[in-house]
């Protein structure tokens, strides 16, 4: 095939290419047209920095074969993410934003595929309903401390302001593209995004809090309910995406390759910052060059939140900790049910052994922890992507 040929198989706007990528099943693509993609990434960057090179960079950037991305990266687009969120004054904010964005994005594809039915299947209503409560709690987050600003006042904000929706369609149209034709994997890719924002949420809350703890006692209480809401929308979008059944998931599987979440760096990083170091994972995480970094002698002397808390004697701050570890605890085993249903008797996706690589880590008791880590700014306190 010669590469004029190739050329014609993606289009050259970035809107018609964004388009394209969004109907077609991408681990069907041939080596020639993923080349291809690469060149067009590789054009866009050396490039001058204008709105449709910017927008060919973030549709082509995951299929780089100059990039080392971890495959996770690679079909989860999170690049997309960390873009827009660089781009908030609020890191908590601009996450509630993203996620609402990619929820109704979501529950309308999911209108349109009920819409093809004489009678709606009982799994596409359930979905449905399921994915309106949640876009109902993030509606419903509280933004700052000594504010009445929710999440559904940052939304109505956004409709507002130019800049801000452009952003906001910039991020809906460059990601969430699926490796299969099945329609039920945009229920998975769309769930493993709103969790990795929330991961990076609660991470940055555990640090509010931990800077405030015996300094601003309100505070700290604060940060300490948005962590549980935040908990708890773990646990709904969990509950959300059981509308997949296993033969549903298995349909699609196969088409993710190694896009395992056990290389998530915002989930590491997360539970790093509430639990401390956990010497369980240092073999995981050496197995990945971008997990590695956690083993750093600094992160592994982070003190945590849960350390922080246990060396006061507020009963109070003690409490409303452990509802915080309650609620995430719960989303664990949620988690560890999910893998040991879909994944019975199976390797994981990346090599883990699946559902049992779960059950290893749901109790987070005796982890260990050191002085207060000064500056861990470059890595704790950015989204994280490859």
């Not at 099943?25 to 020639?32: G, V």
């Not at 594809?109 to 109902?136: F, K």
Request: proline letters at 3%; hydrophobic letters at 40%; a negative charge.
């Amino acid at each position: 095939m010669t590469t004029d040929a190739v050329r014609l198989t993606f289009p050259e706007h970035s809107t018609a290419l964004a388009d394209r990528l969004a109907t077609t099943a991408l681990a069907e693509l041939s080596q020639e047209e993923l080349a291809d993609l690469s060149r067009r990434y590789d054009e866009a960057l050396a490039g001058p920095d204008t709105e449709e090179n910017d927008t060919i960079r973030l549709l082509t950037r995951p299929f780089s074969r100059r990039l080392a991305i971890p495959e996770y990266y690679r079909y989860t687009g999170l690049h997309v993410f960390g873009q827009f969120l660089s781009g908030q004054d609020d890191a908590f904010g601009g996450c509630l934003l993203a996620m609402h964005a990619t929820l109704t994005e979501l529950a309308d594809l999911e209108r349109r595929e009920a819409c093809r039915y004489a009678v709606v299947p009982e799994h596409l209503a359930e979905r449905l309903l399921g994915l309106h409560r949640v876009i109902d709690q993030v509606g419903a987050m509280s933004v700052a401390p000594y504010s009445a600003l929710r999440g559904a006042d940052l939304v109505r904000a956004a409709h507002e302001d130019e800049r801000l929706e452009r952003q906001l369609l910039l991020l809906r149209r460059c990601c969430g593209f699926r490796r299969s034709d099945k329609h039920d994997e945009h229920i998975f890719i769309r769930s493993v995004q709103a969790c990795e924002l929330t991961f990076f949420m609660i991470r940055g809350l555990a640090r509010q809090a931990i800077a405030v703890v015996g300094l601003d006692r309100a505070e700290f209480m604060f940060r300490m309910g948005q962590l549980i809401a935040c908990s708890e929308l773990l646990k709904e979008i969990f509950h959300v995406l059981k509308t997949l059944s296993p033969e549903l998931f298995l349909g699609f599987r196969d088409a993710t390759g190694d896009a395992s979440a056990v290389q998530s760096l915002n989930y590491h990083l997360m539970e790093l910052v509430v639990y401390g170091y956990d010497e369980r994972k240092a073999e995981t995480y050496a197995g990945f060059a971008h997990l590695d970094l956690i083993n750093d002698p600094r992160l592994r002397e982070f003190r945590s939140l849960k350390d922080v808390v246990a060396a006061g004697a507020d009963a109070e701050v003690i409490s409303a900790y452990t509802e915080v570890e309650r609620c995430l605890l719960m989303w664990r085993g949620r988690h560890y049910g999910f893998g040991r249903t879909y994944l019975p008797n199976m390797k994981g996706s990346g090599g883990t052994e699946g559902a049992g690589y779960l059950k290893r880590f749901i109790d987070k008791s005796g982890l260990c922890s050191g002085t207060r880590l000064d500056d861990p700014e470059d890595l704790l306190s950015r989204f994280a992507f490859c």
